[in-house]
């Protein structure tokens, strides 16, 4: 399997405009996660999804966030608009779901988003 | 307050020596503890898993621990290597294996 792909790897852009990270779980794998990684906060769980349905997205820092998952091979987080502070390296992970205690997930590379 | 924290921030050692990480969490309702393993630039990879009702697992040359009572975890990491150079980070799980909180990581570094 390819593991997790995410794209795309690095994207730059300027204040205001929107931002669509995308991801690709391993097949089979039913729940995802997105992650933010910066230096102050570290690495914080957005949202995630259980068989493509959200299940927790208190991690969501405010309301120009959005998460998609509209089939079980793809999900998408969406900035808009987007400000310097949104600037960090975004994750995706997936994981088998139902789980047991042994589960655990499987990091993609990561998208490194600057916002000028 | 942190629910997880991970001392020391930053580690350098010479090529051989055996090594401690060391991992503290807040509350004892814990479903499982994680150490992954972060390159630069790239993503995050497991490297052990204990479950609740375990007190350690091994895999080759690492040994974790846990011990929910006085809330830590422990990585060892013997005849260390420069190639286990990088960023370990810990991860309590909090469910059922679906809500990991990590630790802010501990940088390692092995000289040759």
Redesign the interface.
């Known amino acids: 399997d390819a593991g997790?792909i995410q794209s795309p790897r690095h994207e730059v852009t300027e204040m205001g405009q929107e931002v669509t990270l995308r991801c690709k779980p391993i097949s089979g794998h039913n729940?995802l996660f997105w992650y933010r990684q910066t230096m102050m906060r570290?690495?914080?769980?957005l949202i995630?999804f259980?068989n493509n349905v959200p299940?927790?997205d208190s991690g969501m820092p405010e309301d120009r966030f959005s998460a998609k998952m509209p089939n079980a091979s793809f999900s998408t987080l969406k900035i808009q608009p987007s400000e310097p502070r949104d600037s960090a390296v975004y994750?995706c992970?997936s994981?088998l779901?139902?789980?047991?205690?042994?589960?655990?997930?499987?990091?993609?590379?990561?998208t490194r988003l600057t916002v000028l | 307050k942190q629910e997880v924290t991970q001392i020391p921030a930053a580690l350098s050692v010479p090529e051989g020596e055996n090594l401690v990480l060391n991992c503290s969490f807040t509350d004892s309702a814990i479903?499982?503890l994680?150490w992954f393993r972060q390159d630069p630039?790239?993503?995050?990879?497991?490297l052990l898993?204990i479950?609740?009702s375990q007190r350690e697992q091994t895999s080759g040359r690492l040994n974790a621990s846990l011990d929910k009572s006085s809330g830590r975890s422990t990585l060892y990491i013997a005849a260390s290597q420069p190639g286990d150079s990088a960023t370990y980070?810990c991860a309590k799980?909090r469910n059922?294996?679906?809500?990991?909180?990590?630790?802010?990581?501990t940088r390692l570094s092995v000289l040759p």
């Open positions: 997790v729940s570290g690495l914080e769980l995630y259980n299940i927790d994750f992970a994981s779901y139902p789980s047991s205690s042994t589960d655990t997930q499987y990091f993609g590379p990561g | 479903y499982n994680q630039g790239k993503g995050l990879t497991s898993l479950q609740s980070l799980g059922y294996g679906q809500n990991f909180v990590f630790g802010p990581g």
